[in-house]
């Protein structure tokens, strides 16, 4: 549906200066037919550019940006995500049981719950400390270091987990 | 330790008595009466003889009389007997009967039945003091609707039942073997006032009321009535906070020779000398004295192994136990709470936070010979200080029990928490924990596992 409506839109080219995307440059010609004969443009591509404009549907924009993730993201930091969502989900859970079906005992509450906030934390500071993008901000923590800086905090804080709900 | 000092003490004098009965205050009585007076009451006196009590004999104006010698008391029990002088006389003012009473002595105190005798200003002074109201001179109580003579003119003599009191009360004062015997009563009465120690003993009939005989000769209205009915003492008694007793009769011929006879209505012996013995039994506490034999308690953590320990915790079964006796003439014997009264236990810490009834128990810890063991299991509050049994037993005729135990309420330790597992609601946040522990060691082999190729690539450089 959202592939077809754009091929009623006007000439795109008009509004093209103004797209910040600046990978669009490297094939002007390729942009408006390519889009209305082939509805996977990301897999046929040789580079990551996914040919939007402004008026491009919501759903369109979230297909690029998920390509672009696919595309451009490593392995590792994948994992991370993927271990962000599952802490989330189990998070969420235990929230929604502690509303549901009351807080006592408290502490278990607050330990099961601290446990993956703060698994979450520490997880996102390893995102953040080993992707490849913030190399210049973390010159000085390797990979290596950050992740070993991760296992000895996620230890401490199972450890105080199980203490604290006794 | 007292308590067994004192029944160390109770023994060696029912054996100098010699199984006579014996007041628990002491034997020694004063008789304070004049010489013309003693004749009418030989049988009282007599009968307290023989009851065991050692009677010294002092006109009202004896110099020689003192009721302290070196701050002790000299008598034990004091009987003022009807007296036409005005005053007691110099050793005999109204401080030194309460002194007498503070010092734990009782006094029975017969006022005049003829209105046109006085009251003396001692013994008036000492019923106001003690809240205890006396009509002027010249009141008498009568009943025209209930005659004990026909042929009396001035229905002066007053039929009166013996008293009976609420199922809550125990009743002292009925003890003999005709119930149902009347009482011969001539005399002016009792108001009593609002405090809570003074009881009365014998109420006037419905229909009788006091009156001012000077003033109201053939009729009587509000102006110079002093009291009537049920609100019109005849005997009413003080027992003090330190259980010593004082009581007021309202007209001495009650206890008088003259009234141990027939009564003329009935033609049956009136009950007047059991009722005499009644009165001056109680008063000079031979009945209606309490005795705590033991108090125990122990609790739920260290059951009966440890028995009046300082220390309960919270939310623990506690068992208190209180064992008593009662007073009877010449021994002491189980105390039996009244059907509608209870023995009650007090948990307390600045406000009771439990008051519960104590029931006698089947199976006490300790035996005690001759009495009643009381008790009561309860959980302690959720609240940890300084905690107080307290047994505070305050009934009309009775003495006063007010037995304090103080201990201390400990919180949970550390250690006596239940577990997590032990409670189901935790489950779920338990699971969430060990999901979180167990997903992160899979994230963390994966991670080991999917090491990146561009870092392999740079590694070999290197090498």
Redesign the interface.
């Known amino acids: 549906m959202a592939r077809k409506a754009r091929a009623t839109t006007p000439e795109p080219s008009a509004v093209r200066p103004s797209t910040p995307n600046t990978t669009v440059d490297a094939a002007p010609k390729a942009t408006p037919k390519t889009s209305t004969t082939t509805t996977t443009t990301s897999s046929s591509s040789s580079t990551s550019t996914v040919n939007l404009s402004a008026n491009s549907s919501p759903f369109a924009v979230a297909g690029a940006i998920w390509d672009k993730y696919q595309k451009d993201t490593p392995q590792r930091t994948k994992l991370i995500d993927v271990f962000l969502g599952f802490l989330v989900a189990v998070g969420a859970l235990q929230f929604i049981y502690c509303v549901v079906a009351g807080n006592y005992p408290f502490n278990a509450f607050l330990a099961g719950f601290a446990a993956t906030v703060g698994q979450f934390v520490l997880t996102a500071s390893l995102r953040i400390q080993t992707n490849p993008a913030n190399k210049a901000e973390f010159s000085s923590v390797s990979p290596e270091r950050a992740f070993a800086d991760f296992v000895f905090g996620s230890l401490t804080l199972h450890f105080f987990c199980v203490n604290f709900i006794n | 330790m007292g308590l067994t000092l004192r029944s160390v003490l109770t023994a060696l004098i029912s054996l100098v008595s010699l199984s006579q009965g014996i007041s628990l205050t002491g034997p020694r009585t004063l008789l304070v009466l004049e010489d013309d007076v003693k004749a009418q009451f030989q049988t009282l006196i007599s009968d307290l003889e023989a009851r065991g009590f050692t009677t010294t004999t002092h006109t009202p104006k004896s110099t020689t009389l003192t009721l302290f010698q070196h701050e002790e008391r000299v008598y034990d029990n004091i009987i003022i007997f009807p007296t036409k002088l005005k005053g007691l006389g110099p050793n005999l003012p109204s401080s030194s009967f309460l002194k007498h009473a503070t010092a734990g002595g009782n006094i029975l105190i017969l006022l005049p039945s003829s209105q046109d005798d006085n009251v003396p200003t001692a013994i008036a002074e000492l019923a106001t003091q003690v809240d205890i109201f006396l009509p002027p001179k010249g009141f008498a109580v009568v009943n025209h609707f209930d005659l004990a003579d026909q042929i009396e003119p001035d229905h002066n003599t007053l039929l009166v039942d013996l008293p009976s009191f609420p199922s809550d009360t125990k009743n002292y004062f009925n003890t003999g073997e005709d119930k149902a015997a009347k009482l011969l009563y001539r005399g002016a009465g009792l108001a009593l006032g609002s405090s809570p120690l003074v009881q009365p003993i014998l109420k006037a009939p419905r229909f009788a009321y006091s009156y001012d005989t000077k003033e109201a000769s053939s009729f009587a209205d509000d102006e110079n009535v002093f009291s009537a009915g049920k609100q019109l003492a005849l005997v009413a008694s003080v027992q003090t906070r330190n259980n010593a007793r004082i009581t007021f009769v309202g007209g001495a011929d009650l206890l008088a020779d003259q009234s141990f006879t027939k009564v003329a209505k009935t033609n049956q012996m009136s009950g007047n000398r059991a009722f005499a013995k009644d009165v001056t039994a109680w008063t000079f506490k031979e009945t209606g004295v309490l005795r705590v034999d033991g108090i125990e308690h122990w609790g739920e953590e260290f059951g009966k192994g440890v028995v009046n320990g300082d220390v309960y915790r919270i939310k623990h079964d506690v068992t208190f136990s209180i064992a008593l006796s009662e007073y009877s003439y010449d021994h002491f014997e189980p105390f039996v709470a009244p059907a509608d009264d209870a023995v009650q236990l007090e948990f307390t810490m600045l406000d009771p936070y439990y008051r519960i009834p104590l029931s006698a128990s089947s199976s006490p810890l300790t035996q005690h010979k001759n009495s009643t063991t009381y008790s009561t299991t309860f959980k302690t509050p959720d609240q940890h200080g300084v905690f107080t049994f307290a047994v505070n037993y305050k009934r009309p005729f009775l003495s006063n029990v007010h037995e304090k135990r103080a201990v201390t309420v400990r919180h949970f330790a550390h250690n006596e ?1 239940t ?2 597992w032990g ?1 189901s ?2 489950w ?6 060990w ?3 167990v ?2 060691i899979g ?2 082999g ?2 080991l596992w ?1 090491k ?1 190729i561009v ?1 392999e690539g740079k590694a070999k450089k290197k090498q």
């Open positions: 928490w577990r997590s409670i609601g935790s779920p946040w338990i699971a969430g924990i999901v979180v522990v997903g992160w994230f963390v994966l991670w999917s990146p870092a």
